[in-house]
């Protein structure tokens, strides 16, 4: 089963450089990562903010989401 990302779609736009790491991430694990857009997650003023599988990030920077879909990676 690949490993969600849960996201807004709105939140993630307005920030390029998370976007373009969620984007980095889903070309380097083909088929392993599956992208959820929301049209809002009811974290607003916590952007850029994630769902990994079933747990909730915050304010999460690209490294962070990078470090942790590794880390999520190397578990499975
Ligand atoms: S509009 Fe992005 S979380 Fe609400």
Request: aromatic content about 6%; some cysteine.
């Given at each position: 089963?690949?490993?969600?990302?849960?996201?807004?779609?709105?939140?993630?736009?307005?920030?390029?450089?998370?976007?373009?790491?969620?984007?980095?991430l889903?070309?380097?694990?083909?088929?392993?990562?599956?992208?959820?857009?929301?049209?809002?997650?009811?974290?607003?003023?916590?952007?850029?903010?994630?769902?990994?599988?079933?747990?909730?990030?915050?304010?999460?920077?690209?490294q962070?989401?990078?470090?942790?879909?590794?880390?999520?990676?190397?578990?499975?």
């Amino acid at each position: 089963m690949p490993l969600q990302l849960t996201l807004c779609r709105l939140c993630a736009r307005s920030r390029p450089d998370f976007l373009q790491m969620v984007n980095q991430l889903a070309a380097e694990y083909p088929g392993k990562i599956e992208i959820i857009e929301l049209d809002c997650m009811a974290a607003c003023d916590d952007a850029p903010s994630v769902m990994v599988a079933t747990k909730y990030y915050a304010h999460v920077a690209p490294q962070q989401l990078s470090a942790m879909v590794h880390e999520k990676m190397e578990e499975e």
